[in-house]
């Protein structure tokens, strides 16, 4: 059940300290305060979400549908619209903000987010081929994927055979991150390990769909 939801900024990665003095590897996430858009429930939406803006953006780079939408709601021009499908809604309504401290320490979160690009690459880097022989007259064919159709009959590559091509880029989700410090002053939420994209990417954080009781 995802009862809780925001949008955050990566902003990169750092080490902190535990109480046992361990070191932690953390991605820091700045989570600038939401404003709600629209609340969609299912009686006229057919799904409950949350529809929210962050930020500060010019009124004159809106077009007038947008601009309108926002008016509507009474909210201030954000720097884009993002929808947060939570299960329940009933506690939330349009102009409200929603900050960091949605989330508490110790928590488990699952992240959503667009990941690096690796540009175009080869089978090995892009699907882990293992590669051929590196010796026994394996020449100059070491990285390559070997064959990859048949000859006569049918006379070409079925449709999703795995070949080189664009890597990365695509929209991953991180499962039960723990959240190790919550800044409500600076924005700032700080998960254990790493996080998908790059700096400066936008990220969906909501609580974790899947139990993560017990982990360490």
């Not at 002053?185 to 996080?195: A, Q, R």
């Not at 990417?201 to 009781?213: C, D, E, F, H």
Request: proline content about 5%; aromatic content about 4%.
């Amino acid at each position: 059940m995802v009862a809780k939801a925001i949008v955050g900024e990566k902003i990169g990665m750092t080490q902190v300290w535990d109480e046992d003095d361990r070191v932690v590897p953390v991605t820091v996430l700045r989570v600038e305060p939401c404003r709600i858009v629209q609340v969609k429930r299912p009686e006229t939406d057919g799904y409950s979400a949350l529809q929210v803006t962050y930020g500060t953006q010019s009124a004159d780079r809106l077009t007038q549908p947008e601009q309108g939408h926002l008016d509507k709601a009474g909210v201030a021009p954000g720097r884009k619209l993002v929808e947060l499908r939570i299960d329940d809604v009933g506690a939330y309504e349009t102009g409200q903000e929603i900050g960091a401290d949605v989330f508490d320490g110790g928590e488990r979160v699952d992240v959503t987010g667009v990941s690096k690009g690796k540009g175009f690459s080869g089978t090995m880097k892009r699907h882990n081929f293992s590669g051929q022989k590196a010796s026994h007259g394996a020449h100059k064919v070491h990285r390559k994927p070997g064959a990859v159709g048949q000859c006569a009959t049918p006379s070409r590559i079925f449709r999703g055979k795995k070949m080189p091509g664009r890597a990365g880029a695509e929209k991953v989700t991180t499962l039960n991150l723990q959240v190790v410090r919550v800044d409500v002053e600076n924005d700032l939420i700080l998960l254990k390990g790493s996080v998908p994209g790059r700096r400066g990417a936008t990220v969906l954080i909501r609580s974790a769909v899947k139990n993560g009781a017990g982990r360490p």
